[in-house]
């Protein structure tokens, strides 16, 4: 089965960096899109940046001038640097892919999620 698993989350002071990352594996033939949402206490999911597999990139108005969506393909990792960080950049953040397997089964896919406080 295929398994994605987000690290780098932690406790950060306002105008601090975090890099977050997300590792595909498992049963995989191919990974499309990865992605990376965010969910705040009693907040719906929200949408923070996505990448293909071509390296083209998109990230949600509020946050393209501070976080930046990367990936290595030869790993089937994607990360999130984090800067200049805020407390309402608080949440948990979740790792999404759109992944074919080696059985040739394409399915979107969700991490776990990384805990990520921002706070003094």
């Known amino acids: 089965q295929v398994q994605l698993v987000e690290s780098g989350g932690g406790l950060v002071q306002p105008g601090g960096s975090l890099r977050l990352s997300c590792l595909a594996s498992?049963?995989?033939?191919?990974?499309?899109?990865m992605a990376w949402y965010r969910q705040a206490p009693g907040k719906q999911r929200e949408f923070v940046a996505h990448i293909t597999s071509a390296g083209s990139t998109n990230h949600a108005a509020s946050m393209a001038a501070r976080f930046t969506i990367s990936r290595d393909n030869a790993k089937n990792t994607v990360y999130l640097q984090m800067n200049s960080l805020k407390p309402e950049d608080t949440a948990v953040y979740y790792c999404?892919?759109?992944?074919?397997?080696?059985?040739?089964?394409?399915?979107?896919?969700w991490g776990q999620g990384t805990q990520v406080t921002v706070s003094s």
């Open positions: 999404n892919a759109d992944i074919t397997t080696v059985a040739r089964s394409r399915g979107n896919y």
């Open positions: 498992g049963s995989i033939f191919s990974v499309g899109t």
